[in-house]
């Protein structure tokens, strides 16, 4: 019972920055933890950021140093800031949701982020 919708996702060139932003509604007290995955064109939908309501944060290793992800944990609202984009950032980028209840993870509808050279 968690409705999870994105927004901020745009063309940018390399070297460029961006700020997606996602939005739980119902359930949030159940939430303790959000996150970022992406999907490209023809491969599997990876890791990106997550976050947990005590702050504990960890990045995949091709994001580190580059993106940072943020949580407002009274409105369970969570960003991702991503800076130094690169082409290879190119994905649909996924909102993600893990709560206590039944079921326990939840997805966004996705939004398109497109770094140009």
């Known amino acids: 019972q968690v409705q999870l919708v994105e927004s901020g996702g745009g063309l940018v060139q390399a070297g460029g920055s961006l700020r997606l932003s996602c939005a739980a509604s119902?359930?949030?007290?159940?939430?303790?933890?959000m996150g970022w995955h992406r999907q490209a064109p023809g491969k599997q939908r990876e890791l990106v950021a997550t976050?947990?309501?005590?702050?504990?944060?960890n990045y995949a290793g091709s994001v580190k140093g580059r993106f940072t992800i943020s949580m407002d944990n009274s409105k369970k609202a969570v960003y991702l800031q991503m800076n130094s984009l690169k082409p290879e950032d190119t994905a649909v980028y996924y909102c993600?949701?893990?709560?206590?209840?039944?079921?326990?993870?939840?997805w966004g509808q996705g939004t398109q982020v497109t770094v140009s050279s």
């Open positions: 976050i947990t309501k005590y702050g504990n944060t």
């Open positions: 993600s949701a893990s709560s206590t209840g039944y079921p326990n993870n939840y």
């Open positions: 119902g359930n949030i007290f159940s939430i303790w933890a």
